[in-house]
């Protein structure tokens, strides 16, 4: 069974010994994990025949059941009757492949004739050693961090619990210049984005001494062992040792199996800290469009924070999809149930019937290159959207794409649903299998190539806290107008990037969700459309880079883009300029500001 509500999925073995009371270690499993697996350990001594253990099998039986009535743990069956019980024990790990090992320090570990050393020297998975009870609620938690695989799992495993006040408590020792501070820095730039969690700085020549002291003022310590190589021999390490002994807390000390070498105890070490906020950010911040799905109980969040809500559709040259798209949602959320406030199409100077096809079903219609003429035309769909903040109304503005083939209300309502549920939110993405139509026929996969080979690359490298957002470039998605009106948008294919890094840079991650939104279909574009895309989401990336360090990297003259063409035999190049151009924040265009009364 599995257990939400937890930051980061866990999944937690347990292993329960005959003759030691376990309603302690069970406690503290289910607080971390989202899965917890508990194995039943009846050790016998060599001399003792394996069939002497059939009535402590039985008898553990029957106390793992009482303990584990009601709960999400499941149980694994048989109980392990073993003269070698930590050998059988990896055996199951190893088919179990549990994240981490929760074992109780002291008598437990002495009735598996196990040390500490035995367990640590070569993990098969995480490992955590615990001493002490879990208190009742609420839960103050210490979290000792100097930086490093094990500090991370450490504050991972604070944060699951889910205290009431969790305290990063970051030691730097005097005296000892050889001592480098580099290992905290990964995890201080993640601390610096947990608003909830407070962080102290505590310079001392006694880390134990320290740690001891502020344990008195907790009720639980999560710690990590001392960063050492996995194979080294020492178990935990002398502070981690003598906390484990001497606090007047609870103690969790944790150690990683990530495998560690010499070059991970320089400044390198701490650099996959930030996966510690992307996933409790993805864990925290994804939905799911059924979980919207109920509309009646969405336009009542809507009525009660007193929230109108736009409907943005670009457009061009979408005759065979869109009047398909506007029906099935103003049927829906308009018609049937008035989730939606207006829908308007907001077209790129359509030369098929888009335009004709939407006036006839009731929908206003304007063409961007036609607003705000003062300001001058441009082509792409960043332009459409950046214009259709001025001539919607909407608290929460929402676009989605007009060429969907398989259009469903729960695109609109999906992007809408986390918007309504948390007002902290300020901007939606969605995300979906791409099945690909080419023609006649539809592929299972292959949607998404420019997202994968460019835009979360770029994502990945320059701004790790968005790696996360699983479809960046996706068309569905929407925000708060008090949000989007002060963000810039690129004109053409880099306006979702540009959008999602603005957002990001001025209210934070916590602020940006995601949807699924199950499957969209759509028509493959060719290559060369796929390049010129990529091109520009490349400038966009590179521009918001210049901003935040106040330099430029690219010149205007490598803003055009040399296509390669073939033709009758011979090879030439085609030069095409596709320049990414920022459009102001609308609340710096003064008839924005009039029209809105902003």
């Not at 790990?93 to 050393?117: N, Q, R, Y």
């Not at 809500?309 to 049927?331: F, H």
């Amino acid at each position: 069974m599995r257990r939400s509500g937890v930051p980061f999925p866990c999944h937690v073995m347990v292993p329960v010994v005959y003759g030691c009371e376990a309603r302690a270690i069970l406690d503290v499993a289910m607080a971390l994990g989202t899965e917890v697996t508990v194995v039943g350990v009846v050790a016998l001594k060599k001399e003792q025949s394996l069939s002497a253990g059939a009535k402590q099998a039985r008898e553990l039986r029957k106390q793992i059941q009482r303990l584990t009535h009601n709960t999400h743990a499941h149980v694994r069956t048989p109980v392990l009757v073993s003269h070698a019980p930590w050998h059988d024990l990896q055996k199951v790990i190893k088919d179990e492949s549990p994240d981490l090992l929760l074992l109780e320090w002291g008598s437990c570990l002495e009735a598996m004739s196990m040390t500490p050393a035995d367990v640590l020297a070569t993990p098969l998975c995480d490992v955590a050693l615990m001493r002490g009870v879990l208190p009742k609620r609420p839960l103050r938690v210490l979290a000792p961090v100097r930086g490093g695989p094990h500090a991370e799992l450490a504050l991972r495993l604070a944060i699951n619990v889910q205290p009431s006040e969790l305290i990063a408590l970051h030691i730097k020792l005097t005296g000892d210049a050889s001592i480098s501070d580099a290992p905290f820095y990964g995890l201080q730039r993640v601390l610096d984005r947990l608003p909830d969690v407070q962080k102290r700085t505590v310079i001392t020549d006694d880390a134990t001494k320290t740690i001891l002291d502020e344990s008195k003022q907790v009720d639980l310590v999560v710690m990590g062992a001392t960063a050492r190589p996995t194979n080294s021999l020492i178990s935990l390490g002398p502070v981690a040792d003598r906390v484990l002994k001497e606090s007047p807390a609870m103690v969790l000390v944790v150690k990683t199996r990530r495998p560690m070498s010499e070059t991970m105890m320089d400044e390198t070490v701490g650099a996959q800290a930030i996966s510690i906020l992307v996933d409790k950010w993805f864990a925290e911040n994804t939905f799911y469009a059924d979980e919207f799905a109920d509309i009646q109980n969405l336009v009542a969040l809507k009525q009660k924070q007193r929230l109108t809500i736009s409907l943005a559709l670009p457009a061009l040259n979408e005759e065979k999809t869109v009047g398909k798209v506007i029906r099935t949602v103003k049927r829906a959320l308009m018609e049937r149930i008035p989730l939606l406030d207006e829908i308007v199409l907001i077209d790129s100077d359509s030369t098929d019937r888009t335009r004709q096809i939407v006036e006839k079903l009731g929908v206003p219609v304007h063409i961007h290159q036609h607003l705000l003429p003062q300001l001058g035309a441009r082509r792409g769909k960043g332009e459409a959207l950046w214009k259709s903040l001025l001539v919607t109304r909407g608290d929460i503005v929402v676009w989605i794409d007009t060429d969907i083939v398989n259009i469903h209300p729960r695109f609109v309502y999906g992007v809408v649903g986390p918007l309504l549920l948390n007002p902290k939110i300020k901007f939606v993405k969605g995300f979906y299998r791409r099945p690909l139509k080419v023609g006649d026929k539809v592929q299972a996969s292959g949607g998404g190539r420019v997202t994968e080979l460019t835009a979360r690359p770029l994502l990945n490298l320059f701004y790790p806290e968005l790696s996360g957002v699983i479809q960046p470039l996706a068309g569905e998605y929407g925000g708060r107008r008090e949000a989007l009106e002060q963000c810039a948008f690129f004109s053409g294919y880099g306006v979702e990037t540009g959008l999602l890094i603005d957002i990001f840079e001025k209210y934070g991650l916590s602020s940006i969700a995601q949807v699924d939104l199950l499957e969209r279909v759509h028509h493959s574009q060719p290559l060369e459309a796929l390049s010129k895309m990529s091109f520009a989401i490349i400038q966009t990336v590179i521009r918001k880079l210049e901003r935040h360090y106040e330099r430029a990297f690219i010149a205007d003259v490598n803003k055009t883009m040399k296509l390669v063409r073939y033709e009758e035999g011979n090879y030439f190049l085609d030069v095409e300029e596709i320049a990414e151009r920022e459009r102001p924040p609308m609340m710096e265009v003064e008839e924005y500001v009039k029209r809105h009364k902003r």
